[in-house]
Each structure stands twice: as C-alpha cells, then as structure tokens.
C-alpha cells in the first residue's frame, strides 16, 4: 500500500509494516472492508449486521454476567438478585443482555423477512439461507434456556411447560425430557444444564454456524435488491455506516426500555432505585405455590395461545400445537429455496412468511387481550351482565326468571363470554400483581442486613410472615374469618359473607373499641355471625357497660389502652396512671374480671377466654393452636378447629411454624427495611 | 475478488470530504453502540473494589484452661458469622489461630495460622517445637521466629490477644498482605 504521508516513515508505520509482513493482515482488512455492494448502500441491509451486533452484545454482557452468576436451585436467584440489587452497574448490564435478547428476536424477524422479500434465499445463496433458519433456532433455543437461568418464579414455570412439552416427542419424549431437566426432576442440574446449553453449547454452535453463514455471504456476495438501477457502492464506509447507525439505533431502543422508567420517575419527583431498573426478577421459583401468572416472554405467547386451538384434545392437541404444526412451518421454510424455483414460488414464499408473520402477530394480540381484557374492557357496558352471571352462574333458566323478558335474558346471556374474558382478565391481572408483591418482598427481604440464609431465598419467603400470613390465612382461617379494614368501601360486604370476628387490626386499640361498642359486638365483624351472638359477652356490652355509672367513658378507654397494651400492639406513650386504672379493671371480679382470668385475679379458667396476654404472640399462637383449651373457649367454642392439636393418629392441620407465621402476621410482625433518616 | 475495481475506488472515494466523514461517523456509531454494554460489564466486574471486608474484631476464640501452660502452641478455630456476598452464614468457623502459655502465665500469645510468605496454613509439627507451611517450607519457632533459610520475609503474623476476668480468651482477628517484610494489615 502506498502511504499517505510522505518522507520516512513513523514508527507506528514501521510496526503496522512488521506485522504485516509477518501476518498479511493490512490485506485480511482489507478484504473485509472493501467489499462491493452492487447498486449501492441500503437500509434494508442492515438486519443482518444489527444481528452480528446484538450476538456480539450478548457475548459480552453474558461473559461478565457469568461472572457473577451461579448455576445452582440454592444460589441462582440469589446470585441473579445480588446482580440487580447489590452490584453497581449489575442491572444496567443484566438490563442490556434482557432486553437485547428480546430486540434480537425482533431483528430475526425483520431479517428473515427482508431475506425472502428481495429473493435472496434463492440459487446460489440455498445452502445459506438454510444456516440462517439453523441460526434462528439456535438463537431461539438460547432465549428459551436464559429464560430460566434466574430461576424466579415465572422462568420455572415456563421451563416447566416448556420441558413438559418436549416430553411430547415421539418415541423419545420422555427421555429427552428427562435428558434436557437433568434428572426426574426440576433442580441443580437443570439449571447446570440449561446453563451449559445457553452459555457454553449453543453459542459456540451459533458461532461456528455463523463463521460458515458470513463465509459464505462474502463468497456469494451481497444480493442486491433488483434491478439495480444506481452505481455500486462499497461496504466500507457506505454500508457500514448505515450498518452502525442501525446498531446504535437498536442499542439506543434497549438503553431507553431500561432508563425510560428512571427519567419518568425523576420527571414525578420519586426516587429511582437502580435494582428496579431493567430486567423484571420474579420471586423466588417454588414447586409448592400456585402461580398463576405464568406466560411464556412475549415472543413465545402466539405459541402459548396457538396451544390453546388444540384444547380438549388432550396429548394429541398438544402434539399437534407444540410439536407438529411448528416441524410442519419449519419445513416448509427449509423448502423455501427449492420452491422458489418454481415460477410462483417465490411469491408463495413470500406470502407465507407474511402469512406466517400475521399470524404469529394476530395470535400475540390475542393472547395479550385474553389476559389484558380487564383493563380496556367497558365494565360499565358488562356491568348488568356481570351482575347475573355471578348470581345465576350463568344459567340461562335462571336469567330468564331474573330479568323476566325473554329478548333481554338473551341479549344478556350473549354477554356472558365477554364476563367469563372479563372474569379470567382480572384472575390473571391480579395474579400478576400477587407475583409482583411477592417478587418485591423476595427482593426487601434478601436486602435485610443479616442476607440470605444458605438454604436460599425460598426458605426466607416461607418463613416471612408477610408473604405466607395472607395465604395461610385465606386457606384455613378465611372461610369463617373476614380480614378486612373496616374503613374499605366493600367492607360490609365482606363481612356480610363471614361467620366470625374480623381479625383486621385483632389486638390494637381499634379492634378493642370496636368489641366494646354496643353497636358493634353483636354485627358481623365481632359476634354478629357467631354462636356467641346473644352470648354473655354481647349481653356485657350492650348492658352492664352502658351503666354509665359504673362505667365511665374514662374508664372503657383504660381497659381499651390495656388490653392493646397486653396484645404489645398498644401506644407507648398512655401514661402509666390510665394503665394502672385499666389492670385494675379488667382484674377486678365486679367488671371484667368476673368471668375472664386476668394475671392472679383468681377467676377460674373455662367461663371466659384468659386475658392475660391477649393479642400477644403466645395468646393467638395458643388460640390458634387449641380453642377448646379452658384459657380460651373451652367447651363453648364455636365450629373453630383445634389447628396444632394432632386428632388421632392424624397430623395437625398446622405446624407450629406455620401458626406461628399466621399469628406474627395478624399482629403486623414482619420485617420492614430501615427507612432513610429523616423519613 | 474484487480486489483492483475496489482499490480504485476507495482511491477515488477515499479522498474525498464526503468519504472521510462517512468513515468517521461510522467509526464513532459503532465504537458508541459497543460501549454500552463493554462499560456495562466494566462497571459490574469492578464491584468488588468497593467491597471490604469485615472489620477486625475481637472473636471470642476459647478459655484459658484450655491453653495449658507449657509453651506449646494449639491451635483453636475462630469462629464467627460471616457475610459472603448474598448468603449470611450463621456461626461456624473461618479460620484458625495458635495460642500458647509460658509457664504460670496468665498472658496469651497468638498466632494467624497463615504463612507470611504465600498465605498456605502454617502447621505445627508433631513434637510442637515448630511449625511448617507445607507449601515451600517455610519454618518457624514455636514463639513465630523465622528459622533460616527460609522464603518467609518476614515472622509468623502476631494477633492482638484478650483474656477476660471471667478466663476467656478472644483475638483480634485479622489478615495481613503476604509476601511482603512488613505486616501490614489487610483492610
């Protein structure tokens, strides 16, 4: 090469010569770079470059993820949450290999749609195209194994389906599932595996076929879009620059998905948190919780909904969905090249790929307005639908009986499907936001500053009785028992359904005022629904405490301050004096303490539930444990059922842990994380 | 290969205003679009620099009745909570320590367990007159002296020590950079 500068040469020159001479690499540039692009420089090439780019993307963050990653069912979600939260920069870069993977699928697409849009598939170039769509299934196969690597929640259940659906194969189903899980089941050797496969077997196969697919694009040049009507241009820099604008648009797009929340954030005046930036990390994956908020990533869903066409038919609908019509759609694109040749095949090409593209777009929105529904839905429009649907079950008879008139029953019953679409929108979107709560709370609590036991972060949930209380509580306790704040608008209406006190607030100040309100204690959020509804109790409260000289306002509000101050719910600061009047109140034989035991009062236990230590831990874990036991309702309980007390021969319906877990969530005891100073 | 038509074009291209500054925009889109994510991970795999370690702490270790007063060093395993990046692990032990008793003493000598010259564990030998890293032979006296030759640069690493009214022993545990004649503690 001639240089452009004149005289001698500097010593840079005289290095780049050196190696030249040794390794002919200024020619290896060169014929990297000079490249004749006939009829000049296009956008529309660009896709295959952007890939190159997002692959390259890829590498990179997934080597410095790997870094940091951890490939066990003990350490995976915990690695993957010290990266977003703990790390600096760790969700920015967890963000880009997210969301990259997403824009790669996109830029596929877009690829492979320009690739048969402009013939390019055709002779001489078959042999590439065909690497392409092995490229496009090894890029998809990585998307589906990452997808479980943080081993959160929603990536468990996916693989889950995923692997199931892998056991579908003939022949060799089972054991190819049992190969790709690692063993009968779901654990560290599935996540080693899928781990080997996304960062170690697939790309290195990508990258191979990859060389041969690049290789073989220079031998055949670039295929230019016909007829070629301007001047031929070169790769280097006309192709290349609209090449890197592309890249550093796509690059651009991911940087913006991952910091647009931030900038709207700072916009509102919030705080931005970087660990809630980028990539969404699910709760903890647990085998023992439903999750009902389980999609596959986005890109999957037309399959996910495509299943749905084959229900009801049971293995074979699923064989046909999952296995079948996708070998049949990838055959058919195999054979793309070969139908080309034939005078409308190309066009036929064509229009599948648009067809198939469609399709796969209509199938996505469908599958996002069954689960969407709920929110663009016009509940107003629904609203007398919903109404009789939820009070007939949807029985026509019914409907017609209710609404009287036979045009409106039927006008009525054709809403029907949309209530049912309006009824599973708002189960999903509410699973969704459970699954949110739940991955928060995951998150605060591996924050705490004592970490993450090693057992994992799934033995901190099930330990939380934030996270554990509500469930425990809706399955054992919740068919008898409201938990509501009486201040919420549906309030009554909850309790109207239930059949004993309302817990809310059980052992504060509040719930205590509230029993003693004459107005109260015999409705649905005390005794109301109760077999205690004319009891000794009520009959206390709406007689002998309206006595308003024996009992004082001053005196009520002492044995409410004391009884929440037994509970360790009460406020510190009632001064000692109210206290003192409020112990010897509830101890007293004349008042409360003629039917209830309070300290050493004497009252003999089985007439009354023990005072002492009402609301605190011991207390509810007691009554939880055993009602019938003589310090609560003896032998006057009411339907309440004996939770830790073994029957015979019989397990208890609780373990004492999980009591325990009911009983610090009634009384708010769970981990909070230290507030900022000042807040 | 294309190679004279491309020569002659980059030659005509390559001159000119219009040339240069495609190359320069393409250089800088692509060299912005990759940074993203080098700087990214970076970022991440320079995290640990910010990291310290816990800070040195007097760790109860044992009694003093169980340090017999011969001048013969044991050793005694440190045990503390530990912190290891997302895991908390409850106590167990991290690491170990020699203590030894002059006769009548009521002083406690201790020594890390970690050879000054590479970091290996330092071993007493079976009689207890020395100790021995296995790695590169390093040996030293019972009281921590150098015996030479030796590659160690410097004596065995003493630890502040604390022995209670009630009789219990704690030590100041902490590390120091290795390979080097000063004891320099680890931060």
Redesign the interface.
Same mark, same amino acid.
């Given at each position: 090469m001639r240089s452009p500068f004149r005289g001698r040469p500097g010593p840079l020159r005289k290095l780049g010569d050196f190696l030249d001479d040794r390794t002919g690499w200024r020619g290896l540039v060169?014929?990297a770079l000079?490249?004749?692009v006939p009829g000049g420089a296009r956008w529309r090439y660009v896709w295959g470059s952007t890939l190159v780019?997002a692959f390259?993307?890829q590498v990179? +963050?997934g080597?410095?993820?790997w870094?940091?990653y951890s490939a066990s069912a003990q350490?995976a979600w915990?690695?993957v949450?010290?990266?977003q939260h703990?790390? !600096?920069?760790?969700w920015?870069?967890r963000g880009?290999h997210h969301f990259?993977a997403q824009a790669m699928v996109i830029l596929l697409a877009l690829h492979l749609l320009q690739v048969v849009i402009d013939g390019a598939y055709k002779a001489p170039r078959e042999v590439n195209f065909w690497l392409g769509l092995v490229l496009m299934m090894l890029v998809l196969g990585m998307a589906l194994t990452g997808y479980l690597l943080p081993w959160d929640q929603k990536g468990y259940w996916a693989t889950r389906v995923a692997t199931n659906l892998a056991g579908l194969v003939p022949l060799v189903g089972p054991q190819l599932q049992q190969l790709v899980v690692g063993g009968p089941d779901y654990g560290h050797h599935t996540l080693t595996r899928f781990f080997a496969l996304h960062a170690g077997f697939l790309p290195a196969t990508l990258v191979l076929f990859l060389v041969v697919h690049l290789a073989l694009f220079r031998k055949h040049g670039l295929h230019a879009k016909q007829p070629v009507t301007r001047p031929?241009g070169?790769f280097?820099?006309?192709q290349?620059?609209k090449?890197?604008?592309a890249?550093?648009a796509?690059?651009a797009v991911v940087?913006g998905v991952i910091l647009v929340p931030a900038v709207r954030a700072m916009l509102a005046g919030g705080p931005v948190v970087a660990g809630e930036l980028g990539a969404e990390l699910g709760a903890p994956a647990d085998p023992s919780q439903p999750y009902a908020a389980a999609r596959p990533e986005w890109y999957f869903l037309f399959l996910f909904q495509f299943l749905k066409v084959f229900e009801g038919w049971g293995a074979t609908g699923e064989f046909l969905g999952a296995i079948v019509v996708p070998g049949v759609i990838m055959l058919v694109m195999f054979l793309m090249p070969i139908v080309g040749r034939w005078r409308l095949g190309h066009r036929f090409n064509v229009a599948f790929t648009l067809g198939l593209l469609a399709g796969v777009a209509a199938l996505t929105g469908l599958a996002l307005d069954e689960d969407y529904y709920a929110v663009w839905a016009d509940k107003q429009r629904l609203a007398e639908a919903a109404r009789l649907y939820d009070e007939t079950g949807g029985d026509e008879a019914k409907v017609l009986a209710s609404v009287g008139d036979k045009a409106k029953a039927r006008a009525v019953a054709g809403q029907f499907h949309a209530v049912e679409k309006l009824r599973r929108s708002e189960a999903f979107l509410a699973a969704v936001s459970t699954a949110r709560a739940d991955a928060e709370r995951a998150a605060e609590l591996?924050g705490r500053p004592?970490?993450?036991?090693?057992a994992g972060a799934l033995d901190l949930v099930r330990r939380d009785p934030l996270a554990q209380g509500p469930r425990l509580f809706a399955q054992h306790c919740g068919s008898c028992h409201a938990h509501v704040d009486p201040a919420r608008p549906d309030a009554a209406a909850i309790l109207a359904k239930s059949s004993a006190a309302n817990l809310h607030g059980f052992g504060t100040a509040a719930w205590m005022r509230g029993l003693l309100d004459p107005e109260q204690v015999a409705g649905p959020a005390y005794f109301g629904n109760t077999a205690h509804r004319e009891g000794d109790m009520v009959g206390f409260v709406q007689g002998d405490l309206q006595d308003k000289d024996t009992w004082k306002q001053a005196d009520i509000e002492a044995v409410i301050a004391v009884m929440a101050a037994e509970s360790g719910l009460g406020d510190a600061a009632t001064p000692a004096q109210t206290i003192a009047r409020g112990r010897e109140l509830v101890a007293a034989t004349d008042r409360c303490g003629g039917c209830h035991r309070f300290g050493d009062n004497g009252t003999d236990l089985g007439t009354a539930c023990d005072l002492t230590g009402w609301g605190g831990r011991e207390w509810l874990v007691g009554i939880i444990r055993d009602p019938t036991h003589e310090r609560f309702y003896g032998t006057s309980n009411d339907r309440m059922p004996s939770f830790g007390k073994a029957a015979e021969s019989a397990a208890p319906l609780l373990t004492a842990e999980q009591i325990g877990l009911i009983a610090d969530w009634l009384r708010g005891a769970w981990y909070r994380p230290a507030t900022l100073a000042g807040e | 290969?294309?190679?004279t038509?491309?020569?002659g074009?980059?030659d005509s291209?390559g001159d000119t205003r219009r040339?240069f500054l495609?190359?320069v925009?393409?250089?800088a889109?692509?060299g912005?679009?990759?940074v993203?994510?080098?700087?990214?991970?970076?970022? !991440?795999?320079?995290?640990p620099l910010?990291r310290k370690g816990a800070a040195a702490t007097f760790l109860p270790v044992t009694e003093l009745t169980a340090v017999p007063d011969d001048g013969v060093p044991r050793q005694f395993a440190v045990v503390s909570e530990r912190?290891d990046?997302? +895991?908390?692990?409850?106590r167990e032990p991290i690491g170990a320590v020699y203590l030894r008793r002059e006769k009548g003493s009521q002083q406690v000598e201790a020594l890390s367990a970690t050879c000054p010259h590479a970091g290996c564990f330092v071993e007493l030998e079976a009689d207890g007159r020395c100790f021995r890293c296995p790695c590169h032979n390093s040996t030293f006296t019972r009281d921590g002296g150098i015996v030479q030759p030796s590659p160690s640069p410097r004596v065995m690493d003493a630890l502040e020590c604390q022995v209670s009214e009630s009789g219990a022993v704690s030590v100041k545990w902490q590390n120091f950079y290795t390979g080097i004649a000063d004891k320099v503690a680890r931060e």
């Open positions: 060169h014929e000079y490249e004749r780019f390259m993307t990179i +963050t080597l410095f993820l870094a940091s350490t915990e690695s949450w010290y990266i703990e790390m !600096a920069g760790g920015l870069l880009i990259m031929d070169m280097w820099p006309d290349l620059l090449d890197t604008v890249m550093l796509v690059m940087l591996a004592e970490r993450i036991p090693p | 290969m294309q190679t038509k491309a020569d074009d980059r291209a040339g495609a190359k925009a393409a250089l889109c692509g912005l679009a990759t993203a994510p080098l700087a990214a991970g970076v970022w !991440a795999f320079l995290d910010r912190i990046a997302w +895991t908390g692990f409850p």
